[in-house]
């Protein structure tokens, strides 16, 4: 089965040196021509979804994406809409918007919607997601306004990601950490994402960006912290 890429960025999106990552995510997805459908769930509980889908859509036009759409699946009921499933199914690149990780983990978890989009990720799409988008990516994520450890939609198995890693996120390794031991936490900075895709080998990832991403991998005697930045490519155990 063939597998497309993943885009997983630290959030402050649509500005900046971000649109290192998002043009890779463009070049891998097939160009400025590939659909780009913006998903913008994580977004509704403040009803922002149009507001933030808008700014997405405005961001991957000026990057001079051709074909650009926001899919407004938000909520259980709309994930559930073929109309908004076969849209996502043609995309080449599945934009998730940062939000309320909770909301869009639970929106798409088992959807029709969601089946959409890892059919399009098997057919080679990539999918990208910021912030909240990343998170809910992985084997786990946290939910930081009822302050509880999830289940993710599990792309990525036994890792965790901490958005704003530099900022509000600098302190989650510790409480995470202690909740799950042995899993790898992904901290990356905002204004910065990590792509794997192309011909780069399954697990090999390289930083795009204006921060950097620490991994914090288990070990006997605590947790061991490797940095990278731009230009860099590490691998996930």
């Avoid at 998002?22 to 070049?27: G, I, M, N």
């Avoid at 759409?69 to 998730?96: F, G, T």
């Amino acid at each position: 089965m063939v597998m497309g890429s993943l885009v997983l960025e630290g959030g402050a999106e649509f500005g900046g040196r971000m649109s290192e990552p998002d043009l890779r995510a463009l070049e891998l997805a097939g160009g400025l021509d590939c659909p780009v459908r913006i998903i913008p769930a994580a977004a509704a509980p403040d009803k922002n979804q149009v507001r933030a889908g808008n700014n997405g859509l405005r961001w991957f036009k000026s990057l001079g994406a051709r074909d650009v759409e926001v899919v407004y699946v938000i909520d259980r009921p709309s994930a559930a809409e073929a109309r908004l499933a076969e849209s996502l199914r043609k995309a080449r690149l599945v934009y998730l918007l940062g939000g309320f990780p909770r909301h869009l983990a639970e929106t798409l978890h088992k959807s029709r919607a969601w089946e959409a989009v890892l059919k399009a990720w098997q057919d080679g799409a990539v999918i990208a997601g910021s912030s909240a988008g990343a998170m809910v990516l992985c084997g786990y994520y946290y939910d930081p306004f009822q302050k509880k450890l999830l289940r993710g939609l599990d792309l990525l198995p036994d890792t965790f990601v901490i958005p704003h890693h530099n900022t509000s996120g600098r302190g989650w390794a510790d409480l995470v950490g202690e909740m799950l031991p042995n899993v790898v936490l992904i901290g990356i900075d905002e204004a910065t994402g990590i792509v794997r895709g192309g011909d780069s080998p399954v697990n090999e990832w390289s930083v795009h960006g204006a921060g950097q991403v620490v991994l914090h991998l288990p070990d006997a005697g605590g947790r061991l912290k490797r940095a990278f930045t731009h230009g860099q490519v590490f691998t996930l155990p």
